[in-house]
């Protein structure tokens, strides 16, 4: 499954918009995004999930690792736009406790 | 007129001799391929292989340079020859230096009548060993479109300079040497996986050894257990237990290593050692949860997390506590129907430190059997990308039920039917218990 990552820059924050399935082999497409917005000490890193119409376990893995590392700065991971099959996972396995989660970029920008 | 005949003699000689000596270079490219599949030594092959050479071309010396991939250099991987035994150390070539790096650089073979005369010439090799180059002939090692190498042979025995001929000759030689460089390699390759898989092999029988060999029975059949893990690669990052706490309180766990491979197996193994620690000290699930998460975010580790369940039953009244951590709910069979349980509602461990976990309780009757799995089952996908689903486990366990073991083999035969043909992409771990209300104290 290919996956389309785009990132945005805006004075310090990112944009980290995914387009398509977020399983065990894209899964690393989105690390190595991350990885570099983690390097470059970005906050907040919003990661927009409205058009992701499947996440798995290793997706939500790599996110946790994404909020991880960038709590070891300082920084924060947003994530913004959950579609119910995606907000289901987070729910089940009570992710919505760990992350903050916002309906668009612009609730995530206004916290 | 016997002028005539003898020039005629003379000439149909010299041609036998041509013909005879291109028979024995053909000969000798036939008996290097018999040397290339008589050994797999890289060293041994390369030095039958370059004396044949050496005698093929008539050269009074021979050596085959490598390139090192990761320095790019290239290395002399063996020199034969009357001084060979002189060189101290490895000698090494960057891109362009000498007549070898020469070839490397342009892929081409490489005639040199006279290295005095040519400026591309690298003495050192000869200031090291004391011998004295007069002429080479040079040939890239080409293996699938891709330099690998490059061989030489030194110094013609005969006097005469190497011609067109040689050099095609020792080309097709070249493709020999490479094909046997290849297959040693490979070879050694080869090796080094059969290592890794053993090595793997034993890192699976040690994880599984962390996990319950046998469960325990209740007396009279007052309960009944039954558990399967299955890892999708050699070592994985699921994990169970199963122990009595005392002699009316039974633990079960379930736990899923964010990953796969050594590191969860790793973490896992460790995240077992500290359940059975912890487990002594607090048997409320809430209060083993959080133990248990200080522990492993003190720990710390960059994406590695655990989703854990643990479940404390009382086997005399069926009464039981739990909690999950970022866990899929626990399934809930009576009377034919399956349902989840209610979830405690607790994130992973491992992630943030200091949280207060939430714990439930829930009374069981007689027959009742739970369901503790792991995401390998929901997340199981067929050919077609399709998941096994939450909505599909529940249908299936909606019927009644004889054992906890008969859940557990159906279970992970629906789960393959499923899957058909597609690989297992995720650790699978099941653990069932069935709750009986022994009959002496009804």
């Known amino acids: 499954m290919s996956l389309d990552i785009s990132v945005i820059n805006d004075q310090g924050s990112a944009q980290l918009r995914i387009v398509g399935e977020v399983d065990m082999y894209s899964s690393t497409q989105v690390r190595r995004a991350l990885l570099e917005l983690v390097k470059q000490k970005q906050s907040p890193v919003i990661v927009d999930l409205n058009e992701v119409s499947y996440m798995d376990s290793s997706g939500v893995a790599t996110l946790i690792e994404g909020l991880q590392m960038c709590g070891e700065y300082g920084g924060t991971l947003l994530i913004v736009g959950l579609r119910d099959n995606v907000r289901e996972v987070f729910e089940l396995t009570r992710l919505d406790k760990i992350f903050k989660i916002y309906q668009n970029i612009e609730a995530a920008m206004a916290r | ?442």
């Open chain 2, 1 to 442: 007129m016997d002028v005539y005949r003898d020039n005629r003699t003379d000439l149909c000689r010299e041609e036998m001799d041509r013909l005879k000596s291109h028979f024995d270079d053909l000969k000798s490219l036939i008996e290097v391929t018999n040397i290339i599949s008589s050994t797999l030594d890289l060293e041994q092959v390369l030095a039958l292989v370059m004396e044949k050479a050496q005698e093929v071309m008539r050269a009074e010396a021979s050596s085959v340079f490598l390139i090192n991939q990761e320095t790019q250099a290239l290395e002399c991987e063996i020199a034969l020859g009357t001084h060979a035994g002189q060189l101290s150390k490895k000698i090494t070539l960057a891109k362009g230096q000498g007549i070898a790096g020469w070839v490397w650089q342009n892929a081409q073979p490489l005639i040199v009548p006279d290295v005095q005369r040519d400026q591309r010439f690298y003495g050192q090799v000869d200031t090291q060993s004391g011998f004295v180059t007069r002429s080479i002939l040079a040939v890239p090692l080409i293996w699938k479109d891709r330099l690998i190498g490059v061989a030489e042979v030194i110094n013609r025995t005969d006097g005469k300079e190497y011609t067109e001929y040689d050099l095609n000759l020792f080309t097709t030689f070249g493709r020999q040497v490479a094909l046997a460089i290849e297959n040693a390699r490979f070879h050694q390759l080869s090796l080094e996986q059969e290592r890794l898989r053993q090595q793997l092999e034993s890192a699976k029988e040690i994880q599984q050894s962390f996990m319950p060999q046998k469960l325990p029975q209740g007396e009279n059949g007052i309960f009944d257990i039954a558990a399967r893990n299955l890892p999708a690669i050699s070592v994985g990052g699921d994990l169970f237990d199963v122990l009595m706490l005392d002699d009316r309180h039974v633990g079960l766990l379930i736990g899923d290593v964010s990953g796969k491979g050594v590191p969860a197996a790793l973490y896992m193994a460790r995240l077992m050692s500290d359940f059975r620690f912890y487990v002594q000290q607090c048997r409320q699930p809430s209060e083993l949860l959080e133990k248990l998460n200080n522990t492993l975010v003190d720990r710390g580790r960059h994406g590695m997390f655990v989703t854990l369940q643990f479940v404390n039953i009382d086997i005399w009244t069926g009464r039981l506590c739990y909690s999950e951590a970022g866990h899929l709910p626990m399934m809930y069979m009576k009377d034919g129907n399956a349902s989840l349980f209610p979830a405690a509602g607790n994130p992973p461990l491992g992630i943030l430190p200091e949280l207060t976990f939430a714990q439930k309780e829930m009374q069981l009757t007689p027959g009742d059997i739970i369901l503790l799995y792991t995401d390998g089952i929901v997340e199981a996908k067929n050919n077609k990308h399709l998941e096994f689903g939450m909505k599909r486990l529940t249908t299936m366990l909606s019927r009644p039920w004889s054992s906890a073991m008969q859940i557990v083999e159906d279970c992970l035969k629906q789960v393959y039917l499923h899957m058909q043909s597609a690989p297992q992409h995720d650790d699978i771990t099941l653990v069932s218990f069935q709750w009986q209300k022994a009959q002496s104290m009804s």
